[in-house]
């Protein structure tokens, strides 16, 4: 297979996926996916994909299922695009061995990506420094705190010159989307999206997180209380007081507390401070800041205020919160690779290995059932 076109047929786009310890399956799916139909659907090979690991042996993904490499970084063949697979526990996830290779295909010209929480690795091998960037939102506190010279967006997906990175689940489908239209025709895109269902391509400009979807699924109209929390989510470090979070949107201070009251069940200061208790969680959880920096960086006067408000609140100290973040990032990387004989236990035991590794993550346990 040659990168140059012969007897006037098109050039193959080869793109490699780089998959890190605990990749998110999903997101693997939803990149490679799009390359195979737009293949099917034009006739021609288009598109070729290689899964790339640091010596090519297995990987394990999130759920636990394992990943046999097409190439080690030793025999993997010249590629256009390399990716890289991210997921669980992103900042414990890579080794130096994968940094020095990715900043190697950066000097080689070749172009590079990340999808899920992959951006985290690409900022930590300096690949983003002054780039416009995605990342699954989960990730986002760390990466914006650790590497401030990456210019993080809470968008889809993000192209920026030689980079293109995504957020997470299927997001990654509509980079691909994007990529495919830019480099043939919008008409491949567009059938490409209607073969997998989907309603609409959506553009780099939408986000991640719709504000308040709960709100958005009952069919009425809020854009007063979405606009307020969104600039409580852009003002964490620095909390706006509640009479002039009224004022940007037009209402009165009671006005706004009847809205939270009415829609989220709880007052604006209150869903405020909850914010600010989430990020300091993820700040915990997925970076090496120091206490005294994490309740700085959420907006708290002081230690033992920001101390009593994340027991009172999460029910746990920040101490004990990265303790036990720590601590289960240690014996979930012993247990997932435990061998077992058994093909029946050991696919009985992929989901508590599974749930084991997701301890470190700051959504484990968020949702009571």
Not at 45 to 65: F, N, Q, R
Not at 70 to 81: N, R
């Amino acid at each position: 297979m040659s990168r140059t076109p012969v007897n006037g047929e098109k050039k193959v786009t080869r793109v490699g996926f780089l998959l890190l310890d605990n990749f998110t399956m999903i997101a693997l799916a939803s990149a490679v996916e799009p390359l195979r139909m737009a293949n099917q659907l034009s006739g021609e090979e288009l598109y070729s994909w290689h899964m790339v690991s640091e010596t090519g042996s297995e990987v394990s993904a999130s759920d636990g299922l394992t990943f046999k490499p097409d190439f080690s970084f030793q025999d993997v063949i010249d590629l256009d695009l390399v990716i890289v697979a991210g997921g669980v526990d992103i900042t414990r996830s890579f080794t130096p061995k994968q940094v020095s290779w990715l900043q190697q295909m950066s000097r080689r010209n070749i172009k590079l990506g990340a999808i899920c929480t992959g951006s985290y690795l690409l900022a930590h091998a300096g690949l983003l420094d002054g780039y416009d960037c995605s990342a699954h939102w989960e990730c986002m506190a760390a990466l914006q705190e650790r590497f401030p010279k990456v210019r993080c967006n809470s968008r889809l997906f993000t192209v920026d010159r030689n980079r293109m990175t995504s957020s997470g689940g299927n997001a990654p489908m509509d980079m691909m989307l994007h990529m495919i239209s830019t480099q043939h025709n919008p008409k491949l895109s567009n059938a490409v999206s209607d073969m997998f269902i989907c309603d609409r391509i959506r553009s780099e400009f939408d986000q991640q997180r719709v504000p308040l979807r709960q709100l958005h699924n009952s069919g009425e109209s809020k854009p007063k209380l979405v606009e307020v929390i969104e600039l409580m989510e852009s003002n964490l470090e620095e909390p706006i007081g509640l009479d002039e979070l009224a004022q940007f949107v037009n209402v009165s201070r009671r006005q706004l507390e009847r809205m939270f009251l009415k829609y989220l069940s709880c007052s604006p200061s209150r869903y405020y401070l909850r914010l600010r208790l989430d990020r300091a969680r993820q700040l915990l959880k997925q970076s090496s800041m120091s206490i005294v920096e994490i309740a700085g960086a959420c907006g708290f006067i002081s230690t033992p205020h920001f101390s009593r408000c994340y027991r009172k609140h999460i029910g746990i100290s920040p101490r004990d919160e990265r303790k036990i973040a720590w601590a289960a990032d240690g014996t979930s990387q012993n247990s997932i690779r435990e061998p077992l004989q058994d093909s029946g236990l050991m696919s009985m035991a992929r989901s508590a290995s599974a749930l084991s590794s997701a301890k470190v993550e700051p959504s484990f346990g968020s949702i009571a059932v």
